[in-house]
């Protein structure tokens, strides 16, 4: 179950820097590039803690998210120089991000919930497939 959910992980970090980088290129409206990409970072901290708490039940899991992505948002409020100028590199923007916005935290609710329905379709799949 952890690599699936390591392979899980990877797909959305690898879809989550898409996202952000040739979204609006493709045409891709502002609005589903920026919210597209919370709900991405909120199934990603999902999995994240999934893969470093394997035992945990799904439901422990999604709310280690929720306390982490609020966590996340609410720091956004914080400033310090040296919090300021970590939030203007590549990794401050994409691991804290730079602005306050209850939105962000409904999108990543969003995200930890979907991740959170397809972490359970994984299980039963993968239990139906494996060997008894």
Partial sequence: MTIARAVLCLAIIVAGLALRHFGLG?????????YGGSILWGAMVFFLIAIATPRSSTSHIAAASAVIAVAVELLRLVHTPWLDAFRLTLAG??????????????????????????????IR???????S
């Fill in 26 to 34: 493709l045409g891709i409206p502002a609005p589903i590039v920026k």
């Fill in 93 to 122: 923007a994409l691991l804290l991000g730079r602005i306050f916005s209850i939105w962000d935290m409904l999108a990543y609710g969003v995200g930890i919930l979907l991740a959170l329905l397809l972490d359970r379709l994984t």
């Fill in 125 to 131: 799949t993968t239990a139906i497939h494996s060997p």
